[in-house]
């Protein structure tokens, strides 16, 4: 089977640094995305993984080991608007791309 | 933005009933995918569109059916709706960017809460 973990939820406060883990178990493996999505919204796309190492977008990290099935995003200086859900996705080779996704880590940022 | 509309936004229907939802997409986009989304399970594809008349199954398939006729076009009919597909659906579409070192990133739209009563 295709299995994705991540913590259910994490709690941080504002200007704190939080990290979200994600493991993996999927039949090939193309990259890791990483989506957001506020209660209400649909996810938006905030960063990829195709190779091993971090990429950095302002205040958003995330790092792939693709030798440990292993990465995870990295959320600096907190703000409350970061209190959402976050899902690591898997690309995983078919006739198209297709992404198998997390359950979601849901963050709450307290003031 | 991706321009990606989704319709109905909001829908109550009774088991039994057959049920439409349609995407719509301005950018002409080749990929389109239907996912459902439901507390505990994250996003799950149901099915997927590489083109007119060029669609494959997803993950949770059964019960449901697709067709597109036209490239901005991507519709999801619940063939005789149950209460288990009382969900949020999303729309989406894949392009390769930048942001993504040229892989394929997914595009949502709005999204369809659909009730079944």
């Known amino acids: 089977g295709q299995s994705l973990e991540q913590p259910s939820e994490v709690t941080a406060v504002e200007g704190a640094i939080v990290q979200i883990n994600c493991t993996y178990q999927?039949?090939?493996?193309?990259?890791l995305s990483w989506y957001q999505q506020h209660d209400g919204g649909a996810p938006t796309f905030l960063s990829y993984?195709?190779?091993?190492g971090l990429e950095e977008t302002g205040r958003f990290s995330s790092f792939l080991s693709r030798s440990d099935s292993y990465g995870y995003l990295l959320l600096q200086e907190l703000q409350m608007k970061d209190s959402a859900s976050y899902f690591c996705?898997?690309?995983?080779?078919?006739?198209?791309?297709?992404?198998?996704f997390g359950t979601g880590t849901r963050l709450q940022v307290f003031p | 933005d991706a321009g990606i509309t989704q319709s109905p936004r909001h829908k109550v229907t009774e088991t039994g009933t057959p049920v439409t939802l349609r995407c719509h997409q301005t950018?002409?986009?080749?990929?389109m995918y239907w996912y459902r989304q439901d507390p505990g399970h994250g996003l799950r594809l149901i099915h997927y569109?590489?083109?007119?008349?060029?669609?494959d199954k997803g993950e949770v398939s059964d019960g449901y059916s697709v067709s597109r006729s036209k490239t901005e076009d991507f519709l999801l009919t619940l063939e005789s709706a149950t209460s288990s597909q009382t969900s949020v659906y999303f729309c989406?579409?894949?392009?390769?960017?930048?942001?993504?070192?040229?892989?394929?990133?997914?595009?949502f739209g709005p999204g369809t809460r659909l009730l079944v009563l």
């Open positions: 989406a579409i894949s392009e390769r960017g930048p942001l993504s070192g040229g892989a394929e990133t997914q595009y």
């Open positions: 999927t039949s090939g493996f193309y990259g």
């Open positions: 993984n195709g190779l091993d």
């Open positions: 996705a898997v690309r995983v080779p078919y006739n198209t791309d297709k992404l198998i």
């Open positions: 950018e002409n986009h080749r990929y």
């Open positions: 569109s590489y083109g007119v008349k060029d669609t």
